[in-house]
Every structure is written in structure tokens, then in C-alpha cells.
């Protein structure tokens, strides 16, 4: 039987951390198979099997599951609080000989001391408050306080206002195969029972910020939105020529990197503002497309970004990449033409006229459909899905939307200079709190009242529109237009099969998110670790707290303290 109680949560806690679930490994399936099972011992799943569930994520490689289980409110009502939370890990390479030991929470926290640790760490091991471990608090201790949570209201639901939805999905830490391929089946039950989604929380620890960011003080930080991220693509295309006729063609690869120096940490490109303010982007790979060494001048080359976003859509991404994409080429070209002219007038030749270069800039979606034009569309879709199908399934998402596109550029015999701008996977959207709807107002109003409270009770806590980092619920919606969205689908190489998304169902939703888990410190390092006595006692009533709130059917009672709108658009 799960317990709502400090012990009761700290042993599920231990009991789930000894499964090694790193991503991507059979793990995450003994992972999945065990929260299942602890929840099926309930009297309630037992009474009720229909509502204890496996949702498969994905129809190859390990086939991975989601576990969903429903709690309906004492009285019926269709408004509902999704808990939601993932059960993967890191790997535990940066824990050196203690390595297998960190499934261990009990036998690495006595262990850790003997490693080179920072001293803040060091501190936390001396009080005794912190557990040390792989998963402890990112985050294996969220879901046994909602497990937990969700076993003590099944077992009280004349005290339940709300219905209680429960997701614990696999790869959140990868590119997010569980929530993605659990969407379908979420909103699939949601549509069976007839739910309204009120809220989405997260059991993702409240992560402290350090004593070595600048901070006044480190604190706890809790957060009402989430931000978005998206993979800018840049392939492009250049002339063949032999480099000692250099002047005679353009190296694809000069072109993509004058992409990358204007993309690369361009402040211009930031977005957000204030506290919300997110890093700019940030190249990822930058390499030209051959495998054997040349004396030819690089045709094709390709470089891609970690974009974060708070108010752009992909369509905004879009027009931007476009932009760069031609001011590169004109630079590149520019200064080709500017080295002939140097290079004549150092040599005295005139044997090496640099050609007076046209440029373009295409979209994947303007290929496509220039690919459908000429072979016909069906024809056209059936040689890209038997390319893609016949990649190798552990090859890298990127490379093979990379290959994908490097296909139907050879496909089409396109010449440079050129470049063509799409996206790679992964794609999270934006999930902000903006105040526009009676459920984010009400939300966003309960956790800056559980702030005040929390301030007065154990201090050291912010509240936060936007997460920084990534995570599982950007998809509880899609803050924007559906051609916005679909400007992604069209022009991300293997979509459908190298990257998918149900765009159906994440239309359908519109829910405002907020965290209410545990705290902790050092989420991947060595000394991840998670704060006992907020993290078993604080969080728990925290929890309770704000679906209490929820429960209530109008705004009486809680006030509004978020009248304005931030001054973003969604």
C-alpha cells in the first residue's frame, strides 16, 4: 500500500531510484512495469482495472509505455488535474567509480563524501537533509510524492473536488518520445470521460539556484510556465570546383559558416525580457555533408541551432532563418568576389574571373513541393518515406533529417549557391502563463498565494513565468495559430516518421501548467541530490493545497492577483 506519509514517500522514493532507467535503455520498460504494479495493488485499480492503463509511446526500438491512472472525484464533475512526471534518468557516467552505486540513494549518500565534491555539496551531506543518488530529484522523488498522493485520495475521494488524471512517461531527458506518443492516448481518454482539463502539474523539482550564480541568496524556484525550444536547420549548397580554381565554384561550407556568425550568440535573436529573458542560440554542429577527404571544394554543408523561445512560433522562426539564410549568402558571395579582385590584382592574372553568382533561399516545404510538381505528389512521397524507412532505426534524429534532406536536394539536382531552411528535431512549445483564460488566471493566482504562504513558512522560494530548461508539459497546448504550427510539419525533413507529433491533439489542448514537486540541487552531476524535509513535508501539502484550490468552481475565495497580461504575445 503507497503511503501519504514523510516515511511512506521516501521509501517509494529509494524503491523507484534502484531501477536503472537511464533513457533509452530496458530500464525505462522495468520502470513503467513497476509503477504500474505498485498502483495496481490498490483496492481502488483493482475495483476499477479500466482506470490503471499502459499508453504505448512508440512502435519500434524498445517500445516504451506511458502509465496513466484515473482517481474520479467523490461526486462526478468533469473537471480535472493532470499530475504528470517522467521516470528516465541520465546516465550515471559522471559518478567515476561510485557509478553503480548511485541507483543507491542510502549507500552513495554514505559514499559520496569520499569524492571531490563542492563544498556547498559537502555542507548539504553534513546536515543530514539531503539524499544523494541518480534520479533522486529529477526525478524519482516527484513521482512517489504523487503516486503516493494519488493512492491516499483514491482511497478518500469524498475530500476530491477534482478528478485526478496521473502520467509518468519514459524519455523526458532524450527528445521526449513518452509525452509526445502518450499524447494521443491522453487526449483519447480525456475525450472518453469527458474531462476538463483545469490544470497540469509537474512533480519536477523545485531547483535551487546556487550560491555561485550571483543570487543574493540561493533559493528554491518554482515555476507557471515552461519554455519553448526549436531547432533551426541551415543546408547549404554550394559549386563544386577544384581548389586550385577556387574562384570558380563556392564552398558550401564558407556559406554555413557565416550562418553560424550571425546566428551563433547574436543578442538580436534573444527572446524574452527581464526575468524571462532566455539565452540566445546556440550552434550545435556545423559540418559539410562528405565523407572522404577532396580537393574539391565542399558542396554541401549544414548547420543547426538550439533556439529557445517564450513568444516566437516556428513560422516567426521561419522568416528570421530566411533573413539570415540570404544575408549569408550575400556576405559569402561578396567576399568571394572581393578575394578574385584581390587575388587578380596580386597575380596580374585575368584567367580567374569569379562568376557573378545568383542566390537562393528555399524552404523544405518549396522543395517538396517542387519535387511533387515534377514526379507527381504521390510518387514524389512514396521515394522520400521508403529513404527515410530505410535509414537505420539507432541512427541519430538530426542525421537523419539531415540525410532526409540531403536526398531530396539530389533528388531534385539542386544547385548553389544556395540554402535551404527548415528544422530538426526536437520541437517543444512555448507553455506560458499569459494570464488570457479563467484557468491560467485562477492558477497562476493559487501558486502566488502557496508563495506567500511558503515565504512565511520555510523562505528562500520564487515564482517564476517561465522554466528555463525543457520540459514534458511545453506540450499541454499550443499558445498560437494552426498554421503557425503546421509551418513546422511542412518543413521538418522525415516528419511523421523521423519526428512525430498528433498536431490534432495538441491543438485541442489549453492548459496551464505549474510545479508543485520536491527540491533538490545538481539535477545530471555527480552530486545530484534531493532536500528531505521540504521535499516530504512541504511539497505534500503543497500539492494538496493547490488542488484543493482547484476544486472550488468559481474564482470566490481566491484572489486575483494576476490581473495583467504579460507583455508578450502567445
Request: charged share 25%.
Amino acid at each position: 500500500m503507497l503511503e501519504f506519509t514523510r516515511e511512506g514517500m521516501l521509501n517509494l522514493t529509494r524503491e523507484l531510484v534502484r531501477i536503472r532507467s537511464v533513457s533509452h535503455t530496458a530500464g525505462e520498460n522495468e520502470a513503467a512495469d513497476a509503477i504500474f504494479s505498485l498502483l495496481a495493488k490498490e483496492d481502488y485499480f483493482r475495483d476499477h482495472p479500466e482506470f490503471l492503463r499502459f499508453l504505448p509511446v512508440e512502435e519500434g526500438g524498445l517500445q516504451r509505455r506511458a502509465v496513466l491512472a484515473f482517481v474520479e472525484a467523490g461526486e462526478p464533475v468533469s473537471r480535472t488535474v493532470l499530475l504528470n512526471g517522467h521516470f528516465d534518468v541520465v546516465d550515471t557516467d559522471v559518478c567515476g567509480d561510485l557509478a553503480d552505486l548511485a541507483f543507491d540513494a542510502d549507500a552513495y549518500t554514505a559514499a559520496i563524501g569520499r569524492r571531490d565534491i563542492p563544498e556547498e555539496a559537502r555542507e548539504d551531506l553534513a546536515s543530514g537533509n539531503w539524499l544523494f543518488g541518480r534520479g533522486v530529484m529529477d526525478m524519482k522523488a516527484g513521482l512517489a510524492v504523487h503516486m503516493a498522493y494519488l493512492a491516499h485520495m483514491a482511497r478518500h475521494r469524498d475530500e476530491l473536488g477534482v478528478n485526478l488524471l496521473f502520467l509518468a512517461v519514459p524519455d523526458e531527458e532524450g527528445s521526449s518520445v513518452g509525452m509526445r506518443g502518450s499524447l494521443s492516448g491522453l487526449c483519447g481518454f480525456i475525450r472518453e470521460r469527458r474531462l476538463d482539463l483545469v490544470a497540469a502539474l509537474s512533480g519536477e523539482p523545485a531547483f535551487w539556484t546556487s550560491k555561485t550564480t550571483g543570487e543574493s541568496r540561493p533559493h528554491r524556484v518554482l515555476f507557471t510556465g515552461t519554455t519553448g525550444k526549436i531547432m533551426p536547420l541551415f543546408f547549404c549548397i554550394g559549386r563544386e570546383a577544384h581548389v586550385g580554381y577556387a574562384f570558380d565554384g563556392v564552398n558550401a561550407a564558407a556559406i554555413a559558416a557565416r550562418v553560424v556568425c550571425l546566428m551563433d550568440a547574436c543578442p538580436d535573436l534573444i527572446d524574452g525580457s527581464g526575468p524571462d529573458t532566455l539565452t540566445p542560440p546556440v550552434c550545435l554542429k556545423l559540418k559539410d555533408l562528405r565523407d572522404t577527404y577532396s580537393v574539391t571544394l565542399p558542396e554541401r554543408a549544414a548547420a543547426y541551432f538550439n533556439v529557445l523561445t517564450v513568444s516566437r512560433s516556428p513560422l516567426d522562426m521561419l522568416n528570421i532563418c530566411r533573413d539570415v539564410a540570404q544575408r549569408a549568402l550575400d556576405e559569402t558571395l561578396a567576399g568571394i568576389k572581393e578575394a578574385g579582385r584581390r587575388f587578380q590584382q596580386r597575380s596580374g592574372r585575368r584567367d580567374t574571373p569569379v562568376p557573378d553568382w545568383q542566390s537562393s533561399v528555399f524552404t523544405v516545404h518549396e522543395l517538396t513541393e517542387r519535387l511533387a510538381g515534377e514526379l507527381g505528389a504521390e510518387e514524389a512521397e512514396k521515394r522520400l518515406r521508403n529513404f527515410t524507412e530505410a535509414l537505420p532505426e539507432n541512427m541519430d534524429e538530426r542525421e537523419k533529417g539531415l540525410a532526409v534532406l540531403d536526398h531530396l536536394v539530389s533528388l531534385l539536382n539542386l544547385k548553389g549557391p544556395a540554402v535551404v531552411v527548415g528544422f530538426l528535431p526536437p520541437y517543444y512549445p512555448q507553455r506560458i502563463n499569459l494570464r488570457a483564460t479563467d484557468k491560467e488566471r485562477r492558477l497562476r493566482s493559487i501558486m502566488e498565494g502557496v508563495l506567500d504562504d511558503l515565504e512565511k513558512s520555510v523562505g528562500q522560494v520564487s515564482l517564476v513565468d517561465c522554466f528555463s530548461g525543457i520540459m514534458d508539459l511545453s506540450y499541454m497546448g499550443f499558445q498560437g495559430r494552426p498554421d503557425e504550427l503546421n509551418t513546422l510539419a511542412e518543413n521538418m525533413p522525415g516528419w511523421g516518421t523521423v519526428f512525430s507529433l498528433s498536431m490534432k491533439d495538441l491543438m485541442s489542448l489549453d492548459v496551464p501548467i505549474a510545479s508543485v514537486g520536491p527540491s533538490g540541487k545538481d539535477a545530471h552531476k555527480d552530486t545530484e541530490r534531493l532536500e528531505l524535509d521540504y521535499s516530504f513535508t512541504v511539497a505534500p501539502k503543497m500539492l494538496e493545497r493547490v488542488i484543493r484550490e482547484l476544486s472550488v468552481t468559481s474564482d470566490e475565495g481566491v484572489a486575483t492577483r494576476s490581473a495583467e497580461a504579460p507583455s508578450r504575445r502567445p
